[in-house]
């Protein structure tokens, strides 16, 4: 630091950052505080520290190596002896040509002699557009069966997928699966819905608010059903006549 105070030409900025980093230097004069530790120490902005570091490694007064993956190394070695901040390279013009001399070489690659091999370098990689995807895989009918599906409402939903384009994949599958355990379904019933209503896939939002939970099952009653409960004995007496 007592180097760096004897340091002339510097700006203000370019002055507090070269303290800041001889204030962190080892006896070898390294160090390697983060810029955001300058910005902090220095009270400047990530803009100004960047373009001060730049200057003083332009000037000469600390040199910089980078490593992979670790911290950058900042070596300390103030210049006490004044020097421009910015020194113009020299102005190299090359020497004009006598009238006489030569002119440049060209270089042109010579012409073939007829009936050479013709060399064509083909591209490594096939083109995207020329590559053909590779074929979905579809959810099979033992798969469906395995969870929760009847083989008949199984192989419904794959040809009516097949009628609609829409391959039955895995992640349809578990998709129509997630939907209907949302809506308190189990998926044949879901897959019941599907096919009836016509649709590819099946939303729990699809469904209005009072079919949410498990659908009702059908009805086994009907007009000539409860025979067993009725009581046939009901105003008939023990000799068989009606009361």
């Known amino acids: 630091m007592t180097e760096v105070w004897k340091v002339q030409g510097l700006s203000s900025t370019q002055k507090i950052v070269l303290l800041s980093l001889a204030d962190n230097a080892n006896d070898q004069g390294e160090c390697y505080p983060s810029v955001s530790m300058l910005m902090e120490k220095c009270s400047l902005s990530d803009r100004a520290v960047q373009k001060a570091l730049a200057e003083l490694i332009e000037i000469g007064h600390i040199s910089r190596s980078f490593r992979n993956g670790r911290a950058t190394i900042y070596t300390v070695h103030p210049r006490t002896t004044f020097t421009p901040e910015r020194s113009s390279p020299p102005n190299v013009v ?142 008939v007496t023990e000799d068989g006549s009606l009361v």
Do not use: C, M
């Not at 010579?110 to 370098?121: A, L, Q």
């Not at 129509?176 to 308190?184: L, N, Q, T, V």
């Open 94 to 235: 090359h020497p004009t040509p006598e009238p006489d001399s030569p002119p440049p070489p060209n270089h042109v690659h010579p012409t073939p002699e007829r009936g050479s091999p013709i060399t064509v370098n083909e591209p490594s990689v096939e083109p995207s557009k020329n590559r053909k995807s590779a074929p979905k895989r579809e959810v099979s009918v033992s798969e469906l069966v395995a969870d929760g599906l009847s083989e008949q409402t199984a192989s419904e939903l794959l040809a009516h997928r097949k009628r609609k384009r829409a391959d039955l994949t895995p992640r349809a599958w578990e998709g129509i699966k997630s939907e209907a355990s949302k809506a308190g379904w189990s998926a044949e019933q879901a897959v019941a819905k599907l096919l009836t209503r016509g649709w590819t896939a099946f939303e729990a939002d699809w469904l209005k608010p009072q079919e949410r939970g498990s659908p009702a099952e059908p009805s086994k009653s009907g007009k000539h059903s409860g025979f067993d409960r009725k009581n046939y004995r009901e105003g």
